[in-house]
């Protein structure tokens, strides 16, 4: 069965409303800025990226992330006329965040802060009596306390009660993620638990008002691959919609491992959709909403700016790569490749299997083309004073693989993202291969050096998101201009180069 993700990519804790025939959804972004992109569909299968939520740098500050710190599991909804997104910010101080606009596409309020709410995952709701009411996992002094409900004011952050508990889960640790929905006349909660590894599942139980008391359904989890051989696993963290026409269908996040034992997923958590049908007032998972065949061919930074998919660690990147009369120039931030603070601006690897090539001028700087994870995971190609290095970043280890001495400044690179060798019983096997080089004179591919996929990994890595390809600068100014990535989940089908 066709199982691919109708999101590719670093798009996790998907969140979904409907208005009329047309569908948006948000997902987490971390320590990346912009926050929370925004996509529009009208089928479920085929979505387009429209815009940021928190794209005003005002509303969103992650400048303190760490890796995978920042902005986590938001909740998009529509209600009286607005589109409502609350979401936690791990690092400025003031917790969750409510924001809301008329016009998804337009401009989004200034966030109402609620920072008296010690958990996140938070969900919006509204009562039979217009109250909003606030469902999240919460953590106190000893742990995790379960999935907790409090009422507050959208418009001033007020907090209108008490705590109160709502649902425990069905026993599987890390409880979150939770939504509530009416529907017939009964509330209906879901959420996720077992972690967002290998053990991830969607879980739901029902009440006859919004606190409860909750029954767990019969046939839980609705949703898990754990100790499955399917391709994709981790599979939890959803949101349930309903359609004009009354049938319900659901987006959940899942990875792609692959490799020998213990497999590796290096594109992070991608959204997934699947059918939804009602069987004695439960829902049941029916069959996957199955997108086109995914594959891209497409050039970058070929306009005056940049483009809605690119995104920056801890600061946003229009503030680091910024065009000029000659084209882009990438502004270095730290003199240390390994730093957290690296000027580093790129766009998510979307396919099992790409190649991205760009034109760097490091007459006035250093750096180049990367592959990222995170700071300390990252495979770089390199151009300082005339030569080209491909490095391997693997922890606090920074390792050359391999370099040439062109003897210019102004060079094209490529980094390709390739089939690993050896049968999925060797252990040596991972995910895929990194394969870095320039082009030269004569067009060809002169490969540097080369790296095993399971290095710029979530499993070695660790942490909540996925690859990035993209450029970087550590030392001065860096010219870039002709930017492309071709990908597909085929190796063999890989598209042609943009012309």
């Known amino acids: 069965m066709h199982r691919a993700p109708v999101v590719p990519g670093f798009h996790p804790d998907p969140s979904i409303c409907r208005v009329g025939d047309t569908y948006w959804m948000v997902c987490s972004t971390f320590e990346y800025a912009p926050g929370v992109p925004l996509f529009r569909s009208t089928d479920l299968r085929a979505w387009e990226k429209v815009g940021h939520v928190l794209a005003d740098p005002a509303h969103h500050d992650v400048t303190a992330a760490g890796p995978s710190g920042g902005i986590s599991a938001p909740t998009l909804r529509h209600h009286g006329g607005q589109f409502w997104m609350i979401t936690t910010n791990h690092v400025d101080g003031q917790g969750m965040l409510l924001t809301r606009a008329e016009d998804p596409l337009g401009t989004w309020t200034t966030p109402v802060r609620i920072p008296g709410l010690p958990g996140l995952d938070p969900d919006l709701a509204w009562d039979s009596d217009g109250t909003l009411l606030i469902t999240y996992p919460a953590f106190g002094a000893e742990g995790p306390l379960g999935i907790v409900q409090q009422a507050v004011d959208p418009l001033t952050g007020r907090i209108l009660t008490d705590m109160r508990p709502v649902w425990q889960g069905t026993g599987g640790k890390f409880p979150e993620?939770?939504?509530?929905?009416?529907?017939?006349?009964?509330?209906?909660?879901?959420?996720?638990?077992?972690?967002?590894?290998?053990g991830h599942a969607v879980t739901i139980a029902r009440g006859p008002s919004p606190a409860g008391p909750f029954e767990p359904c019969p046939?839980?989890?609705?949703?898990?691959?754990r100790g499955t051989d399917l391709p994709v696993q981790s599979t939890g963290h959803a949101d349930l919609i309903q359609r004009e026409d009354g049938s319900w269908a659901i987006v959940f996040h899942?990875?792609?491992?692959?490799?020998?034992s213990p497999e590796w997923h290096v594109l992070g958590r991608e959204t997934f959709a699947a059918?939804?049908?009602?069987?004695?007032?439960?829902p049941r998972l029916g069959e996957w909403l199955?997108?086109?065949?995914?594959?891209?061919?497409?050039?970058?930074?070929?306009?005056?700016?940049?483009?809605?998919?690119?995104?920056?660690?801890?600061?946003?990147?229009?503030?680091?790569?910024?065009?000029k009369s000659d084209g882009w120039s990438l502004t270095a931030l730290d003199a240390d490749p390994a730093s957290e603070n690296i000027a580093f601006v790129g766009r998510r690897q979307e396919h099992l299997f790409a190649s991205s090539r760009v034109t760097v001028d490091a007459a006035r700087g250093v750096g180049g083309l990367s592959v990222r994870l995170e700071a300390l995971h990252h495979f770089d190609l390199e151009v300082r004073d005339g030569a080209v290095r491909a490095i391997a970043q693997i922890g606090p280890a920074r390792t050359t693989l391999g370099e040439a001495r062109p003897g210019v400044d102004l060079v094209d690179l490529e980094i390709r993202l390739v089939r690993a060798e050896g049968d999925y019983t060797s252990s040596r096997r991972g995910p895929d291969i990194i394969v870095g080089g320039l082009i030269a004179e004569d067009g060809s591919f002169q490969e540097l050096g080369r790296l095993d996929g399971r290095y710029v990994s979530t499993e070695v890595a660790g942490g909540m998101t996925g690859r990035l390809i993209g450029v970087w600068c550590s030392e001065g100014v860096l010219g870039v201009s002709d930017f492309y990535y071709v990908g597909a989940d085929d190796p063999d089908r890989l598209p042609a180069w943009p012309s």
């Not at 046939?219 to 691959?225: K, S, V």
């Open 275 to 282: 059918e939804i049908e009602w069987v004695d007032g439960w």
């Open 219 to 225: 046939w839980n989890p609705l949703l898990t691959h």
């Open 290 to 323: 199955t997108p086109a065949v995914s594959s891209a061919s497409v050039a970058e930074l070929d306009d005056e700016v940049l483009p809605a998919s690119w995104i920056s660690p801890r600061v946003f990147p229009g503030e680091l790569l910024k065009r």
């Open 177 to 198: 993620g939770p939504h509530l929905y009416e529907v017939d006349g009964l509330w209906y909660l879901l959420i996720a638990e077992g972690g967002t590894e290998r």
């Open 254 to 260: 899942g990875v792609r491992p692959r490799g020998g």
